[in-house]
């Protein structure tokens, strides 16, 4: 009888430590600073983000002052950046500050704020993502402006956590920020080498 007794502890034991192993390896209980000694491999889930990328493009600038609507004051070929740093408080979803800028073709800019990162699909190549805050523009970043980007990345994993590939971006500014009446609008496009971590 006692026979019996021990062997039904023991199973009902080792069934229990089963069933907690198996809850602990669930995207759900997973806790962010064990996730990557789990399961979560090659998958856009709960957890930090960060993503770096820089390329070339094209640039232009105008000038919507009173009186001088529509001269270009810069256009050409710019180098361009972006950095981003936060994290996924659900599967496909990244929240981040972001910060993005340009120069070249006296076009500069260097703008931040928060944006939003969604993939295609729970291990998809593919990411939509957009950004907006304010924008320092012109040739020595003195002028203020309402600003953002919006992009389009195919990424593919390098390793369990991380991803390179190329992005495809449009961006621009506009609106008189700091209210001295002088006005530079401005787009740019381009393609950027990029980096992620998830």
């Known amino acids: 009888m006692n026979m019996r007794l021990m062997k039904a502890v023991m199973l009902l034991g080792c069934g229990l430590a089963v069933a907690s192993d198996a809850q602990a390896q669930t995207p759900q209980s997973q806790p962010v600073q064990t996730r990557f000694a789990t399961n979560l491999a090659e998958n ?3 957890g930090v983000f960060g993503r770096v990328a820089a390329g070339g493009g094209y640039a232009s600038r105008w ?6 609507n529509g ?3 810069g256009q050409g070929a710019a180098f361009n950046w972006q950095l981003a740093l936060g994290w ?14 340009n120069l070249g073709g006296n076009t500069g800019a260097f703008g931040f704020g928060p944006g939003v990162t969604y993939w295609l699909g729970p291990d ?16 020595v970043f003195d002028q203020w402006a309402v ?4 992009e389009i990345g195919l990424l593919a994993w390098i390793a369990d956590h991380a991803q390179l590939g190329v992005t495809f971006f449009v961006g621009g500014d506009a609106l008189d920020l700091d209210g001295d009446t002088r006005r530079l609008d401005s787009w740019r496009t381009g393609l950027r080498a990029t980096a992620s971590f998830e």
């Not at 996924?88 to 800028?101: C, E, I, M, R, Y």
């Not at 593919?126 to 924008?135: C, F, N």
């Open 63 to 68: 000038n919507n002052q009173l009186g001088l």
């Open 71 to 73: 001269a270009t004051v």
């Open 44 to 46: 856009h889930d709960r």
């Open 124 to 139: 998809s190549p593919w990411y939509l993502s957009a950004s907006l805050g304010p924008v320092a523009v012109d040739e």
């Open 147 to 150: 600003g953002g980007e919006a």
């Open 88 to 101: 996924l408080p659900a599967t496909q979803l990244a929240v981040h500050v972001t910060q993005w800028g």
